[in-house]
């Protein structure tokens, strides 16, 4: 099931859609780091344990995939 929510109620263990060049992926997140103009995202991918790390501003919004 996939939920839209903003990126800042986003925290460490979700899983959220992201959307790159090549397809999107699962990331599970690991770390959320909330800075002045936005949000800075780092976790794994949950298929093949690529990192990402990713921006995001505050307001935005997400998909957070409920597992």
């Not at 109620?9 to 936005?38: D, K």
């Not at 794994?44 to 505050?58: A, I, L, N, Q, W």
Request: charged fraction near 25%; charge should be positive; glycine fraction near 8%.
């Amino acid at each position: 099931m996939t939920v839209i929510v903003l990126a800042e109620s986003l925290e460490a263990g979700n899983v959220v859609e992201l959307s790159t060049r090549y397809g999107s992926c699962a990331i599970r997140l690991a770390q959320v780091e909330r800075r002045l103009n936005g949000i800075k995202f780092t976790g794994r991918d949950t298929r093949d344990s690529v990192m990402y790390s990713f921006g995001m501003k505050y307001g935005q919004s997400a998909t957070r995939l409920d597992c």
